[in-house]
């Protein structure tokens, strides 16, 4: 007669149980990492990237103002953190951006609704992400007419450095504006990925001022009036009124004149490894 021994049995089944204990409690620490912890170590990523990106375009200012003010031709290099990557081993989403060289556009500085004073030309940078800022996939940074303006789709553009403005009070009131203006060359005018990107600028040349008297207002129209709001009302205060439509800024003062001196800088900008001359 064959005799089977219980006790083995029972200590298999006991292994086979324990071993599915143990793989079901590693799926879920597994779980509660990806779910809980992951999006937040993301988030920040994005937000330090988003952060990099900020000082990155001040330095990319700096190097710009250097040059103009100099108004030295040698070439200065800077560096834009187009994205940042997925993080290994979990389930995550990388961040790419895109920057881009923008010089038409129906952004402008316009003389009692007749005359165009001077066309804004911007370097743009759009980051598409997926954590940060929550519910929000895409930022904006965008270096126009001398300032840095930060967009969000579901909020109000805020300006990070001001453009270059100064103004005299008086009877007419005088403001001066010193305009870069950037020039693209074709090819050279965009890029779109998640690593490191070069821009190349160097000085052009310089416009001797235009001087336009404002017989009634003078507007800024621009996707970031809000940025341009915050400009002007901090700038000139109580000399003059500014009032912020949906897609310009408007700069009236009824008692007395307005003189707008506009500067024009222009300086060449190039995106991506290489240069054409």
């Keep these: 007669m064959k005799r089977y021994s219980l006790v083995s049995n029972r200590q298999a089944v006991a292994g086979v149980i324990e071993a599915l204990l143990i793989v079901a409690m590693i799926a879920t620490i597994i779980g509660t990492i990806q779910v809980v912890y992951i999006p937040e170590i993301m988030e920040q990523r994005e937000a330090d990237h988003m952060d990099e990106v900020s000082n990155q375009f001040s330095h990319m200012k700096a190097m710009i103002d250097i040059q103009t003010a100099t108004e030295s031709n040698t070439p200065i290099f ?4 187009l994205g940042s990557k997925e993080l290994p081993y979990f389930v995550t989403v990388g961040a790419s951006g895109q920057i881009e060289i923008v010089c038409t556009s129906n952004s402008r500085i316009e003389i009692d609704g007749v005359t165009t004073a001077a066309s804004l030309t911007s370097i743009q940078y759009n980051a598409y992400n997926s954590y940060f800022p929550p519910g929000v996939n895409r930022q904006t940074y965008v270096l126009e007419g001398g300032g840095i303006f930060v967009d969000q789709p579901d909020g109000e553009s805020v300006a990070r450095v001001r453009p270059s ?6 009877d007419p009131l005088k403001i001066h504006f010193d305009l870069p203006v950037f020039l693209d060359v074709a090819g050279k005018n965009n ?8 821009i190349r600028t160097n000085y052009s040349h310089k416009d001797s001022a235009d001087l336009f008297s404002v017989a009634n207002y003078f507007r800024i129209y621009t996707k970031y009036p809000n940025a341009w709001n915050e400009t002007f009302a901090d700038l000139l205060g109580e ?11 408007q700069i009236t003062e ?3 004149d307005i003189d707008l001196e506009i500067r024009k800088i222009y300086v060449t900008a190039q995106i991506g490894p290489g240069w054409v001359i």
Excluded: P, R
Aim: hydrophobic share 35%; charged share 20%; proline share 0%.
């Design 239 to 249: 000399n003059a009124v500014v009032t912020k439509e949906d897609d310009y800024v």
């Design 165 to 170: 403005l100064t103004f005299t009070e008086g």
């Design 78 to 81: 800077s560096i834009v953190t």
């Design 191 to 198: 890029t779109a990925g998640q690593g490191k990107c070069v």
């Design 254 to 256: 009824d008692s007395i």
